[in-house]
DNA sequence: TTGTAAGCGTTATCAA
DNA sequence: TTGATAACGCTTACAA
């Protein structure tokens, strides 16, 4: 057997607790309130002399303030709750990001509260979310809360939406102009010389997203720009275990197109997955046989297939405005709900290369 | 102007601010102890009546504790911090899942804190993290945070690593068995015909899983049984913004191969599509003029040039385990540090199909 | 300018 | 079996 090595101890630090605010107010031989004050109001009220003694005792004992104990006794935590649908889904992850830096740099911390895309877990969430007093809700979800989220709004914790609507609320909106995306993808589709057009979503079950981008295209269909470009488009919603349906769809959509090409916009980056393994699975070739606009740009978009043309979403402002969003009506910014609606940008790649003449 | 629509006013829940146990001790005419007892030892001590009371109360105002106040009363919160280096990264994420799962079907909340790899800020998550004061936590960063997980360690706050070693902290490590996963993607290389390798991970940087994958890379080469069949193979570590370097050091390795055939065995997703880009440029096919097997199992593996041949890890259970693990810890168990590796699992696909004889 | 003391919502100790 | 009461760590009137 090896000899028992003998790790070296850890070093002494003898770490008591944490400090609190009366060893402070010990070691610099003043009142708890005092070192509150230069704590908090560190400018008004305090004589040069015993400002520095309690410095000095916070420097020495490297005293921070408990959040916890603060936020018990001011009913604020500098806590933001932020829920998401699922945080597989690399769109949320983004918009994370983005709130997160912001949060951050406003001294706020982001509490995290994952769905799983399990619904039923949302009233949860804001209720847990509420008794740890955050001041304020980030939501990328459905809304079925049984109004948990409206009754936290009107506790005076401001909501901020991001992507999704809650029917039943009046809140800050964070979004993609959906509308305008899908004319950007739809457009591009028709010009590149893809004139049958299908958009496949992901069952639209209510979502405002997918309702609204669904819509818009319905709408871009029928407008008479369109018509007269020749564009026609049918939409189907496709399900996760629903191979064949989505098969049979695309299949469809080829019989169709038999003068004009076909053109299929997807909805979402994972939509986007199964055309392309339906396209497979058919022996379509992507950009010859069949053109694609996908939703949302991913880093892998570049490399499947001749590369997949995209939307992309500024999900990093998404984030980050929704976050400000959110931390000025902390600051009391009284203001009917605002919408904030960003753009999306196409990025063109071989999936709609323009049908030769 | 449309007519102005009257809202149906908000519910009139009339609701207060959030009940008290004072609140409930009043309503059920008893005292706030007896109603602390109620909610923490229902069983033993008290009289049905009394109980019934007290539950009669609580249902009543929708009551449930504030775990602020508990937190800070108890010193224990329920809360466990979860510090990741970068959310971007999807085996970050994928983890989060499983860990999240755990951690909430154990009572306890997840507090995310995201790096955005800045190890900078490493401590300041710690420290941030242990104010409010968290339980546990579970780590998948670098470890230099300038000996505040130790610190957090020794004041009875136990830490689990995921992924990643802190070489100066002994602590539960739960990890992919980073030697075994590389043996099969390099056997399955050779296998496969391709005999000259060429192992590309991100630049090292003391990061130990990256350490452990290149020397097992390194290790499986020296083999006899490798050497026998006839595999050779060189290691490389490509920065983010050297395309130049990476280009030169596949062209390389072709160079290298002239008889036996080309592989490339990289060391997680973000480099593989890296690679993936570098031999688009040099025009060269995967599946048949380079071999390609990568770490880390995404959703579009399936869908990148032939289908990319990847080594999946069991990432759920990494994020479950470590969370159980942690859990374990808070319930008291002592134990030296444990190591759990768990195996990964080989998925093949065209980009790593045989060279034809 | 500083200190005293009350209280935020709990739980735990002690009597009753 | 129940009820006062004193903490937990902090902020904030109010007094001095």
Redesign the interface.
């Known amino acids: 057997m090896a000899a028992k090595k003998i ?1 070296p101890s ?2 002494a ?1 003898r ?1 008591a ?2 400090a609190t605010i009366a060893d402070v107010a010990r070691a610099a031989g003043v009142s708890k309130a005092t070192v509150s004050r230069f704590l908090n109001h560190r400018d008004r009220l305090l004589s040069k002399d015993i400002a520095t003694r309690v410095e000095v005792a916070v420097a020495a004992l490297d005293y ?6 603060q ?2 006794k001011r009913g604020r ?1 500098r806590l933001i709750g932020l829920v998401v649908a699922d ?2 889904n690399p769109f949320s ?2 918009v ?2 983005g709130a ?2 912001a949060c951050q740099e406003a001294g706020y ?6 769905l ?1 895309n399990d619904g039923q877990r949302e009233r949860e969430a804001i ?2 979310l ?4 955050v001041e304020g809700f980030i939501l990328n979800t459905l809304g079925h809360d049984g ?1 948990a989220s ?2 936290a709004a ?2 005076g914790r401001p909501v901020v939406l991001v992507d999704r609507r809650h029917h039943d609320m009046q809140a800050d909106f964070v979004s993609l102009d959906n509308a305008g995306a899908v004319r950007l993808g739809a457009r591009h589709l028709g010009d590149a010389g893809y004139r049958e057009l299908l958009f496949v979503s992901e069952p639209i079950k209510n979502v405002s997203s997918r309702e609204e981008r669904a819509a818009a295209f319905r709408a871009y269909i029928g407008e008479s720009a369109a018509a007269k470009a020749g564009l026609r488009g049918k939409s189907f919603e496709s399900a996760v275990d629903d191979e064949a349906g989505l098969d049979q769809a695309l299949r469809a959509l080829c019989q169709r197109a038999r003068t004009g090409r076909p053109g299929v916009l997807t909805s979402n980056a ?1 939509v986007t ?1 199964r055309v ?2 339906s396209l ?1 699975r058919l022996g379509l070739q992507l950009g010859v046989d069949v053109g694609l606009v996908g939703f949302d740009d ?3 978009s ?4 001749p590369g997949l043309s995209t939307i992309a979403q500024p999900t990093d402002e998404l984030g980050r405005i929704a976050a400000l969003c959110l931390i000025e009506r902390l600051k009391g910014l009284q203001l009917p709900p605002r919408q904030i609606l960003l753009a999306g940008t196409l990025m063109v790649r071989g999936s709609s290369q323009p049908v030769p003449a």
């Open positions: 790790l850890v070093p630090v770490s607790a944490r921070s303030p408990s959040p916890m104990a936020a018990l935590s945080v597989t992850v983004a994370l990001r997160e830096k911390l982001l509490m995290l509260f994952n799983g209720e847990a509420t008794a740890y007093q109004g409206a009754n009107r506790h994972v997955l392309v393994a497979a991913t880093e892998w570049p490399f499947v297939g």
